[in-house]
């Protein structure tokens, strides 16, 4: 049996919760019940990639019972300790105090490489997308800039590089080599396109991050579905898989992007687009007290560019591909890189 198993185990995940988490909320006397959900079950013979939802009752020995979300990541292979790192990280530096925040982390599992995590609760800021909420869209956003504001003014000079691996473009998971591969056995007219595009991208990038003193952490994959609403005051960002050492430019260019495609997916209003993306760069650029330069702008840019890329990509080599959804976006690509 996959060890990965245990994880839907009500017994044992009673056992495990008890001695992980119950020392957590010491008001608390005992876990009174669980119920298990499965998120993602990608589960083979030794291998998985899961992510479990708890609904924990504890009980108290006097006043108001308390229930928990509590979730697990963990995958057999990619790494997750890195996650919950950054997550205590950030923890540690206010993130878990005020109206910007994150999830709380609790465990890690080495024998499972998961970890686990206190769920917040509320909706995406995709979910406003779909349903056209224009007003809490734009509430939103506002608070959106804050966070990664929030989170890019960390001082990194004893900051962990969680996801090293992350910190390039050409090396973020599957890897720029393996998508060069797929393209060429699959889709070779596709091949010269996006190499000449992504090389573009990666070269100005290395040469930007040459100097050592370019460095910030950054959340790694900025979109909407990572942005939460939890109450009129608060948002949270989830999934830190990607947080590492990078340009900062690089959360600005990925929310941007990933907001447009995502907006006119369901609305298709490019004014409308245009006048988010300005009110979401314009709060960052106030509270980080950075100048939108030339500079700055061309790395927004190529960012962005980089994400539709990263998207043309899954739509390249995911199990049903779609290539013609795929090469809309190169061609959007080539024409804001000033390519022939």
């Known amino acids: 049996m996959n060890?990965?198993?245990?994880?839907?185990d009500q017994r044992f995940v009673l056992d495990l919760f008890t001695k992980e988490v119950l020392p957590l909320y010491p008001e608390f006397k005992k876990?009174?019940?669980?119920?298990?959900?499965?998120?993602?079950?990608?589960?083979?013979?030794?291998?998985?990639?899961v992510v479990v939802k708890y609904s924990i009752k504890l009980l108290k020995n006097r006043g108001r019972d308390l229930t928990l979300t509590v979730y697990c990541s963990a995958h057999s292979?990619?790494?997750?300790?890195?996650?919950?790192?950054?997550?205590?990280?950030?923890?540690?530096?206010?993130?878990?105090?005020?109206?910007?925040?994150?999830?709380?982390?609790?465990?890690?599992?080495?024998?499972?490489?998961?970890?686990?995590?206190r769920g917040v609760h509320g909706n995406n800021l995709y979910h406003y997308i779909c349903n056209k909420n224009y007003v809490e869209i734009e509430k939103i956003v506002l608070k959106a800039?804050?966070?990664f504001a929030k989170l890019h003014k960390l001082p990194v000079e004893k900051a962990k590089n969680f996801n090293e691996q992350n910190s390039r473009i050409k090396t973020v998971i599957p890897g720029y080599d393996f998508i060069l591969k797929k393209l060429w056995i699959n889709y070779p007219d596709y091949y010269q396109s996006y190499k000449q595009a992504f090389e573009l991208i990666s070269a100005k990038e290395e040469k930007f991050l040459k100097n050592p003193k370019n460095r910030w952490l950054i959340h790694g994959d900025a979109h909407p579905e990572n942005v939460i609403k939890i109450s009129q005051k608060t948002i949270a960002v989830i999934d830190f898989t990607d947080i590492c050492l990078a340009d900062f430019a690089r959360d600005l260019g990925t929310f941007l992007q990933q907001f447009e495609y995502m907006f006119i997916q369901q609305n298709n209003d490019k004014n409308y687009v245009k006048k988010i993306q300005n009110l979401f760069l314009n709060n960052y650029l106030k509270l980080t007290n950075i100048k939108l330069n030339d500079s700055l702008k061309e790395r927004i840019n190529y960012y962005y560019c980089w994400t539709a890329l990263r998207t043309a990509s899954l739509f390249f080599i995911?199990?049903?591909?779609?290539?013609?959804?795929?090469?809309?976006?190169?061609?959007?690509?080539?024409?804001k890189l000033n390519l022939n």
């Open 318 to 335: 995911k199990e049903q591909p779609e290539p013609e959804l795929a090469q809309k976006l190169l061609i959007q690509v080539h024409k």
């Open 145 to 147: 800039a804050a966070w």
């Open 77 to 117: 292979n990619e790494p997750r300790k890195n996650s919950f790192e950054a997550l205590n990280y950030l923890w540690n530096k206010g993130f878990g105090h005020d109206h910007l925040t994150i999830p709380r982390p609790l465990f890690f599992s080495d024998f499972f490489n998961g970890y686990f995590y």
């Open 31 to 49: 876990i009174d019940s669980i119920k298990i959900t499965p998120i993602k079950k990608n589960v083979w013979e030794t291998t998985y990639h």
């Open 3 to 8: 060890k990965i198993l245990h994880l839907l």
